[in-house]
């Protein structure tokens, strides 16, 4: 008797069981995995999207880093005018912590707005007036910081005080105008947004 492979071999092509769950999700994922010519390729998305909060991540190191140089500066002064505990009556000391106290007042309020203002912005690039915005806000409270010793750089503290109020009247406004600004708009589909996978139907 002669067999016929390639009959058999039809005939399991023509009938072929179903596909489990797990194959199915195999191919909806290979077939997601081939982008559309208008499309980012996944690796280039993943890069592009994958730092959220670049501003306030960035300025919540500075600010870190500023509350210490302010609490060394307060150190520093006690040692210098002998005072261990407290400000001792002493305006020197008393000078430094309040630069110190005040920064600690305002500071968080400043990169609460920022945070939430950058989320706002989510799915697209961080605003560059935001990054300039925080970099005037901890400029001008280095000023203050070194303003508040009474020195040569005496114009130090009303600089300070100008752009921390400025900054935080001006971010507080925006964050409430927000809302009501992107209520009705409506935004773009970006090349994330778009499909990039069709289900496979089993067999």
């Known amino acids: 008797m002669i067999h016929k492979p390639h009959q058999a071999s039809e005939s399991q092509k023509r009938i072929r069981p179903p596909l489990g769950e797990g194959?199915?999700?195999?191919?909806?994922?290979?077939?997601?995995?081939?982008?559309?010519?208008w499309q980012v390729p996944a690796t280039q998305q993943e890069g592009m999207y994958n730092m959220i909060l670049p501003v306030t991540l960035t300025f919540c190191g500075v600010a870190a880093l500023m509350n210490f140089w302010l609490a060394i500066r307060v150190g520093q002064a006690r040692t210098r005018e002998k005072v261990p505990l407290g400000d001792g009556?002493?305006?020197?000391?008393?000078?430094?912590?309040?630069?110190?106290?005040?920064?600690?007042?305002?500071t968080p309020f400043v990169l609460l707005l920022i945070g939430a203002l950058e989320l706002s912005h989510t799915g697209a690039a961080s605003p560059n007036w935001l990054w300039i915005v925080a970099s005037v806000y901890f400029l001008g409270r280095i000023a203050h910081g070194l303003g508040m010793d009474r020195g040569a750089f005496t114009k130090g503290?009303?600089?300070?005080?100008?752009?921390?109020?400025?900054?935080?009247?001006a971010l507080g406004i925006y964050a409430i105008a927000v809302p009501h600004m992107t209520q009705n708009s409506v935004q773009p589909a970006s090349a994330i947004?778009?499909?990039?996978?069709e289900e496979v139907p089993a067999g």
């Open 193 to 197: 947004d778009m499909p990039t996978a």
């Open 23 to 37: 194959a199915r999700i195999a191919k909806i994922r290979t077939v997601a995995s081939t982008s559309a010519p």
């Open 157 to 169: 503290r009303a600089i300070g005080t100008i752009t921390t109020m400025l900054t935080l009247v």
């Open 89 to 106: 009556g002493n305006d020197f000391v008393i000078a430094r912590m309040r630069a110190h106290a005040n920064y600690v007042e305002y």
